[in-house]
Structure formats: C-alpha cells, structure tokens
C-alpha cells in the first residue's frame, strides 16, 4: 500500500521545495551574505533556483507518468473561517508545471547571467554592498512566482501576485536614489512606485472579482469554482470575468494600464528580462488561461479580453517604432508580445497563447539580456575612452572623465561610508555635464564588430521576435494568428499590423545598434562581455531557435514528431483542444510582412546609417506621427492631465478644504474645542469653580480670618484684663451655681 | 463667741480688696501682695468654719494653704527679680510680649 502510493505520487511530495529551495537561498544570502564572496552568493541565489528547477522536472515526469492527471499536495491548513476553508495546497497539473519549468527555467539563467551583471552593475553605480541585496530579491520573486504558479485557489494565487507586484517594486527601485543615469534623483523610486500604483488598480480588479466569487460561488478552490460555473448567472460570470481583466491589464500591463513597464526599465536589466519580460507580466496571461472554465463561457468578456489585446498589441508597437532607448525599445515590444498572448487566450486559444508565453519568455530574455550586455559593453567603452583621454581633454569630457575615475578607484577599497556618500556629491558636480547614455541607441553603432558573441545572439533573438521561419517566435505567432484568422478577423489584422510594426523595430534596433559606424567614442571602444554573461545568453539562444518544436502545427498533414506536443500536454488541463494545421495563407502573410519590414528598416537605417546626431530619417518623412510614436502618444502626459493633475488637486482640496479648513480649522479648532474650551473656561471656571467652590473655600477662610482678627483683641497681653476675664468667668459661674 | 458672719463678712471685705488690687494696680508686688491677701481671706473663712462646725479638717487644710503659698512667694518673687533683671521694671502693663 505504503510503496505504491510512492509510485503512485513518485516526487509529488517535493512539491513545497518550489516554495522553499528560493527561500532557502534568500535566507542564507541574506543571514550569512555579509561574510560570503560576490562568486558565494551568486552560486547560493543560482543554486536555490535551480534548485526550484529539478523540482519542478521532477514534478512534470510524475506528472507525465500518471497522464497529466492534475495533482494536488497539501501542506498546511490556511484558512478557516465559517463557510471558508482553505488549504495551503500546491497544485501540480500539465499547466502550472509548464508555468514552473519556464518561471524557474529561464530565471536560472538569469540569475548566473545576473552574477556577471551585477558584479559590473554596482561598480559602475559605486555601491558593490547591494549586490547581495539583488540576489536576495530576485531569489523572493522565484519563490513568489513559484507560490502564484502553483496556487490551488484564488486566494493562493493571489498572494503570489502581491508578492511578486512587491519584488517588482523592490526591483525597480534598486537604485532608488539615482535616475537610470546614476544621477542623484528619485526617478528610479518614481517608477517604482508608478508600477506599484498601476498595479494596485489592477489588483482592485482582481479583489472584487474575488469579492464576486465568493459571494457567487462560496469557494476560492480552482475545481470547485470550475464545477458550478453553468450554475451561476451569466452576467456574474462576466463580472468576475471583467473585473479579472482589470486585474490582468494591471499585471501584464495592457491597455490602459500599461503605463507602468516602461518606467520599469530603470531596474536592472537582469530584472527587466526575468520579471519584466519572461515570468511576471505573463502572469495575467496565465490566470486567464488558468481560469478558461470562466472565460469559455462568456463570450461577450473573451471579445473584450481579445479586443484590449489586439489593440494594445498593436498599439505599444507603434511606440516601440519611435524609442531610441534600447530597453525602452524591448519594453514597449514585450508590451506589444503580452498583447498578442492576450489576445490569444481572449479568443480562447489557450494553447497559442501559452506557447505564445514560453516562446516569449526564451526569446524577449534573450534580447533582454543581450541589451544588458550591450549597455554594459559601452559602460566599459566609455570607462575605457575616459581613461584614454585622461584630463587634458575638453572641458565637459574631462568632468566625465573625472568621475568614472573616481568609480574606477572606488574599485580599490574606498570605506563604505565615503562610498555611500559619494553619488550625491558627483551628481550634483556633473549636473550641467550631459551625462553618456550607455541605453541609448544613437550612441551605439557598428557594435557588430566589437561585441560580436552579442551580436549574433542579439540577432537570433531579434529573428525570433521577429517570426521569422524557424525560429520559435515565427511558430508561436503563427498559432496565434491562425487561431485569430478563423474566429476574429478584427484581431486577426489588428495583430498582422503590430507584427509588421515588430519586424520594423526590431530591424530598426539592428542597424542602429549593430551596423554602421560607432557614434560615440563609448561604442568604439566597447568590449564583449565575460563568460558568465554570454553563457546563460547562448542557452536561451539555443531555446529561442529550438522553442518551436515544442508545439509544431501539422504541416501539409504531415505531423512531425512533436506536433502539438504543447497542446496535447496542455489539454490535460484545459480539456481537449484542436490543433492547429499550418496555413500557408496566414504563414505566408506573416512572414512575407516581416521581411518586408525588415527590408524597410534597411532602406531606412541600414543602408544609409545614422550618423551622429543626425535625427531619425523616420521623423523627416513621417514628421507628426514619428513625432508621436517618440512621445509614447502623450499617453503619460493625458493621464497626468486626465487623472493625477484633478486627484492631486482633488486630494489637495480635500486636505486644505475639507480637512485644513473644514474638519480642523472649523469642525475641530471651533466646535469642539470652542465648546470646550466655553464648558471650561466660562460654565466651569467662572461660575462653578470661580463663583462657587472658590468663593466657599474662600468665604471660609476670611470668616475665620474675621473671627480670629475679633477674637485677638481678648488676648491683648494685659495680666490684669486676664484676671479680669478670669473674675467675671467665676463670677458667672459662682452665679449660675447660686441661682440655679 | 463672735458670730460666723462677722468673719465670713471681713473675709469677703479682705478677697474683695485682694481682687480689686490685683485688677487696678500694675505693680507686681503689689498685685502678689493682693493675691496673699485673697489667699488669706479664704483662709480667714475656711479656720472660721473649722472653729463653727468644731472640725480639725479645716484648720489643716489651712495649714497646707500657707505652706504652699509661702512656697509660692518663693517662685513668684523669684520670677519678678528674673522680670527685673532684663526688663528693669515691673509693670505688668509691660509684661505683654505673648498677646495675639
């Protein structure tokens, strides 16, 4: 009985070390940090998350050999509270082992590419003390997205989609005193606490929709839920279903509250691709796919779901176009990527959309990653010009100069106090200075030949976003737009647009970064980045290319091994799914569309390359538009006009009016503390104490003071009016005696 | 035999004088002079009764009355030669540095 039940589960019971393994790995970090190396910590955050990786192998062989036969390990009791109950339980099935083997997959190598990151990152930013604090975060937000995958209920799920809103804030604001430039400012705070408040509405959404959920179906648990869905109103369905997407828009940054992920890009650029590019933002994706039950059955909401998708697909597209900053650049691209993934599980391709996210996750880290590389590169070029140059070099050269030594010595052992105090001083030194960009992409050029590993992983990366044969992005897409040209033609162009607009950026980035010639002496100078960085780059490279196989269509009915393995592992959980068969209309047009934009982005960057301080050719042609497309269309400036410009001067109103005037000044200061102040001062003081106990107490004393000024006359020091007194006393007496 | 009221008369004329004498004059001899004299008279009525009622009670009684009245002269005039010394005087009227 005992061992087939341990055949039966086999490593089932590994479950909670998803959780556990990161948190083991932060704790050591964060216990005993102090006293290890940069290379220890790496190993010890590299570690626990690889650590969640086994596992979570582990857990899809037990999953596979019991035919994907959702799994569930309870491990403790969470919440009971009357018709409430519920458990901590970890839920294995074909869908969260996918979401598991991409979160802690990809995050694996993203923290060994971090170590090497990093180690540059806070020498360059003079503070090398945070560089544990990097690893203990980034090991909470494996743990937290562990806890969101692996969730059996709402609730559950819910409290890894705080903890990893937090990590992300906690993550932009690495650099919470400085701008992405190292200059002393709050930007870097700004944006994450902008991502935090973005978030915050969404996560609104998802409460009420949790709030509605419950009061609808009496239970978080997934199946429960699931079960009595065709038992509940279809218009409550669709409020859940709505408000979910309030909560989905917020956390996979959609429309219209996507502002957040670009601002986003001040974290370092191990974040932006872990948590802002592959694991976090899909998180949206997922709970939707996670509740497809719901969602299959309103269709009104999945119109909506797939409407917001395609729209913002296309949409943050077209900012991308305009971005000069490299990571802006990938942003507003991931922006556009969660779109489509989006937009695919709102037209019910759950599948598409899923592979849509693994293949995403691959490839958009990749570039990433690439761009880290890049951007570190022209740090070392410019660090290295600098040096060059020394200080008989022009003026605004030579303060630049100036402070990258400064940097460069703090290599050497500066104590940790002048370190700390070191960022306020330079900044405000080189304020006037223009502070080098190393993300700006009009500072790059012809780092082909410099940064060569990078540039071919940059391009495979570029190729697969892309959805160019046969890189995994071209498969995923192409299941995408397949499932969008049979049932929604509106999202079906829609998405072909934004993908022509993703080939041209990418193009664009290409011949800006890559091609020409250096347009910054920093780029002259770059330098490819160590091993440690590239490693972890060329195995999502290799994942970018091969991501496909996972889910091949049928291709002239000829199904290669590995078609739709995706699909049928998928359909364990979400119940039986078409797979799709290539269509060479839908494949043609994509591809034919994305060459065509890359020839564009040739004949406008590639061939006659950007010279320096030369202005986009783009701008001249297309004037007002590219305008717009560089200024994110103002979206940013409309809701600082449409919305925090009235609740600021809303909250001021209400905190100088209604509670400065109205409720302090007035309500307080005069009514309560006037009438006090009467009841006291007037009713109590003057009258009852004043003209009452005081004037008693005081009557008693000066009648005393009377009697006894009267009675002190007798005692006048005369013997003889004593014996006098004394006389008459017996007198009396003697005469009452006798008269009696 | 002379009867009781003559001696009950003369000690009331005697105790009237020692009282008047200690409430008018100022002289401290002479207001302890007149204390002896109230003294005396009620000695004077109290032997008087002795002799009326033929009771030895009363002339012993009288006995200690003079012995502590002489004991009594002893402090009092010790007193007023004390009152003397520092105050060169002894006017009662002066003798007021207790009044309220």
Known sequence: MLLSEVTNFGFLSLAPWLVFAPVVGLLVNLIFGSRLSEKWIGFVASAASGAAFVVSVLLTITLSASHGEAMRWRLAEWIHVGDLSLDWTFRIDSLSTTMMLVVSGVGTLIHVYAIGYM????????????????????????????????????????????????????????????????????????????????????????????????????????????????????????????????????????????????????????????????????????????????????????????MVGAITALFAATIAVGQYDIKKVLAYSTISQLGFMVAAVGMGAYVAGMFHLITHAFFKALLFLSAGSVILGLERGHHHAAHAHGHHDEKPKKKIGKRKEERHDEHHGVSRAERRAEPKVEARRTEPVEVFDPGDMRNMGGLRKTMPVTFWLYMIGTLALAGIVPFAGFWSKDEILLDASLHFSTVYWLLTIAAFFTAFYMGRQIWMVFFGEPRHEAAAHAEESPKVITVPL?????????????????????????????????????????????????????????????????????????????????????????????????????????????????????????????????????????????????????YADQKGIDAFANGLGVWTQNISATMRQVQNGFVRSYALSVLLGVVLIVGYLILK | MIPINYYIILSAILFTIGVTGVLVRRNALIIFMSIELMLNAANLAIVAFSSVLESFSGQIFVFFVIAVAAAEVAVGLALIVEIFKSKRSIDVDQMSSLKG
């Not at chain 1, 974040?271 to 998180?283: E, G, K, P, Q, Y």
């Not at chain 1, 091969?546 to 049928?568: D, R």
């Not at chain 1, 305008?627 to 001067?649: L, R, S, V």
């Open chain 1, 119 to 306: 180690h540059e990152d806070v020498r360059f930013k003079s503070d090398p003390g945070r560089f544990r604090r990097f690893f203990v975060f980034l090991n909470l937000f494996i743990a937290m997205m562990m806890i969101l995958v692996s969730a059996d209920n709402y609730l559950m799920l819910f409290v890894g989609w705080e903890g990893v809103g937090l990590c992300s804030f906690l993550l932009i604001g690495f650099w919470y005193e400085m701008d992405t430039l190292a200059r002393s400012s709050w930007a870097n705070s700004d944006a994450a606490k902008k991502a935090f408040i973005a978030n915050r509405v969404g996560d609104f959404g998802f409460l009420i929709a949790g709030f509605i959920m419950f009061f609808a179906f009496g239970s978080f648990q997934f199946d429960t839920v699931f079960e009595k869905v065709h038992e509940v109103s279809h218009g409550v369905i669709i409020a859940i279903t709505l408000f979910m997407l309030v909560g989905v828009a917020g956390k996979s940054a959609q429309i219209p509250l996507y502002v957040w992920l670009p601002d986003a890009m001040a974290g370092p650029t191990p974040v932006s691709a872990l948590i802002h590019a592959a694991t976090m933002v899909t998180a949206g994706v997922y709970l939707i796919t996670r509740s497809a039950p719901l969602y299959s059955s309103v269709h009104e909401a999945q119109n909506i779901v797939a």
């Open chain 1, 538 to 686: 060329v195995m999502l490279a290799v994942l970018s290319v091969l991501g496909g196989l996972l889910n091949l269509p049928i291709i002239n009915h000829v199904a290669l091994p590995g078609a739709h393995a995706l699909t049928e592992w998928l359909g364990h959980t979400l119940g039986e799914v078409e797979g799709g068969e290539l269509d060479g209309m839908v494949a043609g047009i994509s591809t034919v569309l994305a060459l065509l934009a890359i020839w564009f982005s040739w004949l406008i960057y590639g061939r006659n390359t950007l010279q320096a301080g030369q202005i986009d050719p783009l701008k001249k042609s297309l004037g007002f538009i590219f305008t717009g497309m560089e200024n994110k269309w103002a979206i940013d400036e409309i809701y600082q006009a449409i919305i925090i410009t009235p609740f600021t001067k809303l909250s001021q109103f209400l905190a100088d009016v209604i509670d400065g005037k109205f409720w302090h000044d007035w309500f307080h200061d005069t009514v309560i503390a006037g009438t006090y102040n009467w009841v006291s001062n007037i009713a109590l003081d003057k």
